[in-house]
């Protein structure tokens, strides 16, 4: 393809006029293409230049090499020079030849616009038949031969990374910019723009434009602009990154990490490692260490990201490897280089992954780092023994530093240790102990959710935790691995955890749970085991025997383990009256009194609730064997409850509330609320039976006791007694007696008996059928006529009937109170 040339100067008067005008042009170039080159091809001199240079000066003036952009996607490769006086005689004329590039086109042989610098097919004169000849062909001048732009590099090595930089994003983005290069002589203008097409991209190259100079730079519309120093001055405008090769060289940092790798390769005298690294920075970088080109961290760390998803020649990755050890790490190389490693260990020679898994080890146990898995073969003899010279001090003080989570940094750098044969054993017992408190000392937030496991249980305590194994903190995987491996660490980890276990064994059950310990690993360690094999649910006596079996330890051996099994199944909650009887009894007391769960069991029959019916049994067996280990205000509890249970029996003897109240006020310490309100509610349904002696009702109303008559009121509106009093009449005459008797003795008791009779006794004898109420009249008789009488008077309707009511207590204001069940009115002063 022929590629069309213009020429143009200031000429004698012809066809076209005279003065500056395209003297020579080929064939079918049309006037719209010439009138938008002349925009790019005229000339100003520098103004510091001669104003009437001779023949020599005029070597020295600057020579305007253009690469420009036309409007219909063409380009225009243009050379414009100083020639001195025209044809007038005038000074400041210059020629100008240049060479049209159609959209797509490129220079003979696919050449750079830039090589075609100086080359000798360019003409400083029009030629003689004005008709330019044809180019096949640009021979590239001297100037831009590899030594010399090396020789050149070198001399600009400070202004080079700043350069790429801008020229990055130029290059990448029409919107960013220009490059403006200020320089004594177009030439070095022109070795700079060869310089950014050598790092370029082949096709961003061929695409970039350029001046080598221009007296005004804020005119030229090119990428790169040459300029001179007495050329125009460029005001701070983002649009311009001017780089100033004649003043002071930069000394800030580029962050651009590849215009740092390009300016170091550049440096290092190796252009030809952009011609086979292809494009982007990961293989730029790569293709420099493997050279032996020195680069910053940030390069390395891109090098070992690209090379790890690479599959590459093992002499290049030998270098590589070589290439990243030279030099110590920081930021995010370490992590590169451990990825590179991940990807290359175990699947090419150790001798070529070595240097690397002994580069990334060392980094991170010196930097602290992420400790790096390393396999036994890993490295070689040489690099063994030298990193456990090296590594032993800071190995021993990670392993020791309390300071790290336990189960992190100090096991990672334990396997190290093993690995490099670094010997640690002194530091396991601390390290183990660090281990167990940081395995049971999990947030309470962080445990799995308790469930009710039981509804039996201390009212004083909270509800009973059951463990489903919850999402450790702890990173027990590196743990596990680390108890497999060690004995030592084993031995010295369940000992402290079976320490913690004894002092709390639900805390650590629930730390334990689903952690997977090999308890089974090493015999012993009793509490340990326990808290590991702790399962909710179930039979709960079953499960405190399976304990007792897990174990392995008989409590008569070793007593401490009766307590964790016991705190074990019943955590949070107290055993019922028949789990606590059948603790005791197969067990025995010196077992209990040894292992400290005594107070247990005493505390499970006095915290007992009320409908637990095995509770005074278990008073009973107390008492029976504890008797002289028994606390002074835990003796009369468990004679009340003991006495609840005789209630109604034949060892219930006589004065039952004097003894109730003896030994309640035989204590210095308040008896449980539990026990008094199972004596209570025992004794007043005692009170209610038909066969209670009048001197034990007398006792009752002449003590006035809050307690016992508001158990007495409760007992009295329940349904039994409702119930009761509907069908046997007799039992109506009864209550009728008993709650009319001993008015006066005392005012609680007045209130409480008006109250049973108006409220309780009177709607029920209002709603029985007459025959009924000539039994009652019956049993009454029986009795004696004035009770007969009194029961009249009190049932006769009318105004005599309401005095006797009044007289009786009927009518007087009673504050209203919860219904009870059986109640047919609101229990008086709320039944209690």
């Not at 499960?543 to 074990?568: K, Q």
Request: a negative charge; charged letters at 20%; hydrophobic letters at 40%.
């Amino acid at each position: 393809m022929t590629l069309a040339q213009l020429h143009y100067t200031s000429a004698p008067p012809g066809p076209d006029g005279s003065g500056f005008r395209f003297t020579a042009v080929s064939a079918g170039v049309p006037q719209g293409l010439l009138r938008e080159a002349e925009q790019f091809i005229g000339y100003e001199p520098p103004r510091d230049c001669p104003a009437r240079p001779d023949a020599e000066q005029l070597k020295s003036f600057p020579k305007a090499f253009s690469f420009s952009e036309l409007s219909d996607g063409g380009r225009l490769l243009s050379r414009s020079v100083y020639t001195g006086a025209d044809y007038t005689g005038r000074w400041g004329n210059f020629h100008a030849h240049a060479l049209h590039l159609p959209p797509g086109a490129r220079l003979p042989d696919g050449a750079l616009p830039i090589t075609a610098w100086e080359s000798p097919r360019w003409a400083d004169t029009t030629p003689a038949d004005g008709r330019p000849g044809s180019v096949d062909r640009f021979e590239p001048s001297g100037l831009l031969r590899r030594e010399g732009l090396v020789a050149f590099a070198a001399s600009r090595a400070a202004w080079l990374a700043p350069f790429f930089a801008d020229l990055r994003a130029v290059a990448q983005d029409p919107g960013a910019g220009q490059i403006v290069l200020v320089e004594h002589d177009s030439a070095d203008v022109a070795q700079w723009i060869a310089l950014a097409c050598t790092v370029l991209p082949r096709e961003q190259a061929h695409r970039l434009t350029f001046t080598t100079y221009t007296r005004r730079p804020q005119q030229a519309r090119q990428q790169i602009v040459g300029a001179v120093p007495s050329s125009e001055r460029i005001v701070q405008d983002h649009r311009y990154r001017v780089h100033d090769c004649t003043g002071r060289p930069p000394s800030e940092p580029v962050a651009d990490t590849w215009a740092e790798v390009c300016a170091r390769i550049w440096t290092a005298g190796r252009p030809d490692l952009f011609r086979d690294s292809g494009d982007g920075l990961g293989p730029l970088a790569v293709a420099a260490l493997a050279a032996g080109v020195g680069l910053r961290s940030d390069a390395r760390a891109a090098a070992a990201r690209w090379a790890a998803g690479q599959v590459l020649p093992e002499a290049t990755l030998s270098a590589l490897v070589a290439g990243l050890c030279q030099v110590g790490a920081d930021d995010d190389e370490p992590a590169a280089l451990a990825t590179l490693l991940e990807r290359l260990d175990g699947q090419v020679p150790t001798a070529v992954s070595a240097p690397l898994a002994a580069q990334v080890l060392a980094s991170a146990v010196l930097g602290g780092g992420p400790v790096p898995a390393l396999r036994p073969g890993s490295l070689t003899p040489q690099a063994h023994a030298e990193l456990a010279r090296r590594l032993a001090p800071a190995l021993r003080s990670g392993i020791a530093d309390a300071g790290q989570p336990s189960d992190g940094r100090p096991l990672a750098l334990l396997r190290i240790a093993d690995l490099l044969d670094v010997d640690c054993q002194d530091l396991l017992p601390e390290l183990a102990g660090r281990l167990a408190r940081a395995l049971v000392d999990v947030a309470p937030d962080e445990r799995s959710a308790v469930t009710e496991e039981h509804p039996v249980g201390h009212p004083a305590r909270r509800a009973p935790e059951t463990v489903e194994a919850p999402p450790p903190r702890f990173e027990t995987a590196a743990l596990l691995d680390a108890v497999r491996e060690h004995p030592a660490l084993r031995i010295a980890l369940f000992g402290s955890l079976d320490a913690l276990a004894a002092a709390d064994p639900p805390g650590a059950a629930r730390a334990l749970a689903g952690s997977g310990l090999p308890v089974g690993l090493q015999t012993g360690f009793p509490h340990l085991r326990m808290c590991v094999a702790a399962e909710p649910g179930g039979d709960r006596l079953a499960r405190f025997h399976g304990m007792l079996r897990t174990a392995g330890v008989s409590p008569h051996a070793d007593t401490a383990v009766l307590r964790t099994a016991l705190h074990l199944v019943w955590a949070g909650v107290l055993p019922t009256g028949q789990e606590a009887s059948l603790l005791l009894n197969e067990l025995g007391s010196d077992l209990h009194q040894a292992a400290g769960t005594r107070d247990v069991l005493i505390e499970a029959a006095l915290a007992a609730p009320p409908d637990d019916p095995d509770v005074p049994d278990l008073a009973v067996d107390l008492l029976r064997s504890f008797s002289t280990e028994l606390r002074p205000a835990e003796r009369p509890a468990l004679l009340l409850l003991e006495f609840a249970g005789l209630l109604g029996t034949s060892g219930e003897g006589e004065n039952w509330v004097a003894h109730v109240l003896t030994l309640r006020d035989g204590t210095t310490e308040p008896v449980p609320d539990t026990v008094m309100q199972r004596v209570c509610d025992a004794l007043a349904e005692r009170l209610l039976d038909t066969s209670t002696p009048e001197s034990e009702l007398y006792a009752l109303a002449r003590s006035g006791e809050p307690r016992l008559l508001a158990a007495y009121e409760r007992a009295a509106r329940s349904s039994r007694v409702g119930d009761r009093l509907r069908v046997v009449p007799s039992y109506v005459a009864a209550c009728y007696c008993a709650w009319s008797a001993y008015s006066g003795t005392h005012p609680a008791w007045d209130e409480t008996s008006s109250a049973l009779l108006t409220k309780v006794l009177r709607p029920i004898v209002k709603a029985l059928p007459a025959e009924d109420v000539a039994a009652v009249e019956a049993a009454l008789g029986r009795a004696g006529r004035g009770k007969l009488d009194a029961f009249r008077g009190w049932n006769r309707p009318g105004a005599l009937g309401r005095l006797a009511g009044r007289l009786s207590g009927r009518g007087k204001r009673v504050e209203p109170g919860t219904a009870w069940p059986g109640d047919l009115e609101p229990p008086y002063r709320g039944g209690r």
